[in-house]
C-alpha cells in the first residue's frame, strides 16, 4: 500500500472513531496532510526517501509542532499555536514521517490515568468505560487503536511505560539524555524524557533511532553508543525485581514471573532476584522533585506573555501540585524537602547501577494493578502509587520499556524490562524475544 492509501484510511478511521476514543485534540488539514503523503510515495519511488518514510505518526499535546494547537490539553494553553517545531520534530520531518495530528493528554502531562485532560478522558479501545492509563493516554489509545503507526509520548514517572501497558502497544522511556527535550513542555526538566510509542518493538526502535542523541539545544543530550553494549558475560542474566511491599496484584505477578521462566528458558537466559534497597520510598521521593520543578516550570504561564493565569484557569491535580510545589519551595532555605528528595534519588541511581553489574537487564511488571473504571473515586495516594514502578527508572535515568505480554480478564499487562543508562539497544533487543505472545 503507498503511504497515501494508508493516511487515507487512517483518516476514515479517525473520522469515524476519535469522537468515541478522543484520543486526538487536533489533526492537521486532510488537503495539506494527502499532499505531504505524495511527495512521500514519489521520494520511495525515486529511492530517496528517510528512514521513516510511510510511516504515520501522531505526537503528545506537550511537544511544539509548529502552527499546532500544543495546548498541554489545558485550558491555560488552549489558543497557543506553536511558532516552532521541538529537535525530535525536525527530525521526524527529515526522514520523512508523516505527523497527522496532536494527541489528548492528561493535563500538563501531570497524571496516570487519562482522564485530567480539560478536553475529555481518553477512552481504552480495548474497553471504553476503561482508563487508558496516562500521561501519554491519546498516544498510546492512538496507536492501539490504529489512528497511527507511531506516536511520541513523554516519560517523567511512567507516563509513556503507564499507558502502553493498559493499551496493549509498546512504549519506550529512553535514558536521560537519550534523547533532546527542546520543544518538550515541561513537567520535570530533571526528570521528563520524550520517546516512542507503536505497536512492536521494531517500530519503537526505528522512530528512537531517529530522534535519539546529542542535541546543540539540550544540554544533557548526548550521543548513544552506535553499537549494543553486549553482556559483559557472553550470557543475558536476567534480573527479577523484588516485588515486596510494593502491593503487586497476584494475577499480574503470576503472569509475568511465567513469561520470565518461558522467555528465559527459550533463550538460555539466567535469572536472578534482584533487590533495589529503598525503593518503597520511590514514590515519596519523586513528588517533591515534581512539584518544585513544575511549579518553577509554571511561573511563566501568568496570564501575560501567552495562555492565561495557571492559577485560574488549570484543573485541580495540576494545581494541587503548583501550590503544593509553591509551599514547598519556600521551606526550601532550610533544604528540606528537594534536597532530601534529591539525596535518595541519588540512593536509588547507585543501586541500580550496583546491580547493573551482574544483571544485563532487570524485570517487573510496568503497573501495580488493572486499570479502573472511568470516572471511578480514586485517592490521591492510589493514583500516585500507579507509577511505583515506573518511577525508579526515572530516578536513575535510566532506560525502560513497557512491552505487551499478555492480559488478565482481557485488558492487557505489559512486563516492564529496564537496563542501564544508554543501554537501549541492548533493551530492545532483549524487548523483541518478549514480544509476541
Ligand atoms: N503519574 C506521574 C505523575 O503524575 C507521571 C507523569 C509523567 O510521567 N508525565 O507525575
Given at each position: 500500500?503507498?503511504?497515501?492509501?494508508?493516511?487515507?484510511?487512517?483518516?476514515?478511521?479517525?473520522?469515524?472513531?476519535?469522537?468515541?476514543?478522543?484520543?486526538?485534540?487536533?489533526?492537521?488539514?486532510?488537503?495539506?496532510?494527502?499532499?505531504?503523503?505524495?511527495?512521500?510515495?514519489?521520494?520511495?519511488?525515486?529511492?530517496?526517501?528517510?528512514?521513516?518514510?510511510?510511516?504515520?505518526?501522531?505526537?503528545?499535546?506537550?511537544?511544539?509542532?509548529?502552527?499546532?494547537?500544543?495546548?498541554?490539553?489545558?485550558?491555560?494553553?488552549?489558543?497557543?499555536?506553536?511558532?516552532?517545531?521541538?529537535?525530535?520534530?525536525?527530525?521526524?520531518?527529515?526522514?520523512?514521517?508523516?505527523?497527522?495530528?496532536?494527541?489528548?493528554?492528561?493535563?500538563?502531562?501531570?497524571?496516570?490515568?487519562?482522564?485530567?485532560?480539560?478536553?475529555?478522558?481518553?477512552?481504552?479501545?480495548?474497553?471504553?468505560?476503561?482508563?487508558?492509563?496516562?500521561?501519554?493516554?491519546?498516544?498510546?489509545?492512538?496507536?492501539?487503536?490504529?489512528?497511527?503507526?507511531?506516536?511520541?509520548?513523554?516519560?517523567?514517572?511512567g507516563?509513556?511505560?503507564n499507558?502502553?501497558s493498559?493499551?496493549?502497544?509498546?512504549?519506550?522511556?529512553?535514558?536521560?539524555?537519550?534523547?533532546?527535550?527542546?520543544?518538550?513542555?515541561?513537567?520535570?526538566?530533571?526528570?521528563?524524557?520524550?520517546?516512542?510509542?507503536?505497536?512492536?518493538?521494531?517500530?519503537?526502535?526505528?522512530?528512537?533511532?531517529?530522534?535519539?542523541?546529542?542535541?546543540?539545544?539540550?544540554?544533557?543530550?548526548?550521543?548513544?553508543?552506535?553499537?549494543?553494549?553486549?553482556?559483559?558475560?557472553?550470557?543475558?542474566?536476567?534480573?527479577i525485581l523484588d516485588l515486596d511491599c510494593l502491593g503487586v496484584d497476584e494475577r499480574i505477578k503470576e503472569l509475568i514471573n511465567r513469561k520470565v521462566?518461558?522467555?528465559?528458558?527459550?533463550?538460555?537466559?539466567?535469572?536472578?532476584?534482584?533487590?533495589i534497597?529503598?525503593i518503597d520510598?520511590a514514590v515519596?521521593?519523586?513528588?517533591?522533585?515534581?512539584?518544585?520543578?513544575?511549579?518553577?516550570?509554571?511561573?511563566?504561564?501568568?496570564?501575560?506573555?501567552?495562555?492565561?493565569?495557571?492559577?485560574?484557569?488549570?484543573?485541580?491535580?495540576?494545581?494541587?501540585?503548583?501550590?503544593?510545589?509553591?509551599?514547598?519551595?519556600?521551606?526550601?532555605?532550610?533544604?528540606?524537602?528537594?534536597?532530601?528528595?534529591?539525596?535518595?534519588?541519588?540512593?536509588?541511581?547507585?543501586?541500580?547501577?550496583?546491580?547493573?553489574?551482574?544483571?544485563?537487564?532487570i524485570v517487573s511488571p510496568v503497573l501495580p494493578r488493572l486499570p479502573?473504571?472511568?470516572?471511578?473515586?480514586?485517592?490521591?495516594?492510589e493514583?500516585?502509587a500507579m507509577d511505583v514502578l515506573t518511577i525508579p527508572?526515572?530516578?536513575?535515568?535510566?532506560?525502560?520499556?513497557?512491552?505487551?505480554?499478555?492480559?488478565i480478564?482481557?485488558?492487557?499487562v505489559g512486563i516492564q524490562?529496564?537496563?542501564?543508562?544508554?543501554?537501549?539497544?541492548?533493551?530492545?533487543?532483549?524487548?523483541?524475544?518478549?514480544?509476541?505472545?
Open positions: 500500500m503507498t503511504t497515501l492509501e494508508r493516511v487515507k484510511e487512517c483518516l476514515g478511521k479517525i473520522k469515524k472513531e476519535n469522537c468515541k476514543i478522543n484520543a486526538l485534540l487536533e489533526i492537521r488539514p486532510e488537503g495539506e496532510i494527502l499532499k505531504e503523503a505524495e511527495e512521500i510515495d514519489k521520494k520511495i519511488k525515486r529511492g530517496r526517501a528517510g528512514k521513516l518514510a510511510g510511516k504515520i505518526i501522531v505526537v503528545k499535546a506537550n511537544i511544539n509542532v509548529k502552527g499546532m494547537n500544543i495546548s498541554c490539553a489545558s485550558k491555560v494553553l488552549e489558543d497557543y499555536k506553536a511558532p516552532y517545531d521541538a529537535s525530535v520534530i525536525e527530525r521526524i520531518e527529515k526522514e520523512d514521517g508523516l505527523i497527522i495530528g496532536i494527541a489528548n493528554m492528561d493535563e500538563f502531562a501531570a497524571g496516570f490515568s487519562g482522564e485530567t485532560s480539560a478536553f475529555g478522558p481518553v477512552k481504552n479501545p480495548v474497553d471504553k468505560t476503561l482508563i487508558t492509563g496516562g500521561s501519554s493516554s491519546g498516544s498510546a489509545a492512538a496507536v492501539a487503536v490504529g489512528f497511527c503507526d507511531m506516536a511520541l509520548g513523554s516519560d517523567t514517572g507516563s509513556i511505560r499507558p502502553a493498559i493499551c496493549g502497544v509498546v512504549g519506550l522511556k529512553p535514558s536521560y539524555g537519550s534523547v533532546s527535550r527542546y520543544g518538550l513542555i515541561d513537567l520535570s526538566m530533571s526528570l521528563d524524557q520524550i520517546g516512542p510509542l507503536a505497536k512492536n518493538v521494531k517500530d519503537v526502535n526505528l522512530l528512537f533511532d531517529v530522534i535519539k542523541g546529542k542535541d546543540e539545544r539540550d544540554a544533557t543530550s548526548r550521543e548513544c553508543p552506535a553499537h549494543p553494549p553486549q553482556s559483559k558475560r557472553g550470557e543475558i542474566i536476567v534480573g521462566e518461558e522467555i528465559s528458558s527459550k533463550n538460555g537466559w539466567k535469572t536472578k532476584e534482584v533487590n534497597e529503598n520510598l515519596e521521593t519523586y513528588y517533591p522533585l515534581v512539584y518544585v520543578e513544575f511549579f518553577s516550570a509554571t511561573r511563566r504561564f501568568d496570564g501575560r506573555r501567552y495562555g492565561k493565569k495557571i492559577e485560574d484557569a488549570a484543573g485541580p491535580e495540576v494545581l494541587r501540585r503548583v501550590l503544593g510545589g509553591g509551599e514547598i519551595t519556600k521551606a526550601e532555605h532550610e533544604g528540606r524537602y528537594y534536597n532530601s528528595a534529591i539525596r535518595v534519588k541519588e540512593f536509588i541511581r547507585a543501586e541500580f547501577s550496583k546491580n547493573f553489574r551482574s544483571v544485563d537487564c479502573w473504571k472511568i470516572g471511578e473515586k480514586i485517592s490521591v495516594e493514583g500516585y527508572s526515572n530516578l536513575a535515568g535510566n532506560c525502560s520499556i513497557s512491552v505487551p505480554v499478555g492480559k480478564d482481557g485488558i492487557p524490562i529496564i537496563c542501564d543508562k544508554f543501554e537501549e539497544e541492548k533493551l530492545l533487543g532483549i524487548a523483541r524475544a518478549f514480544e509476541g505472545d
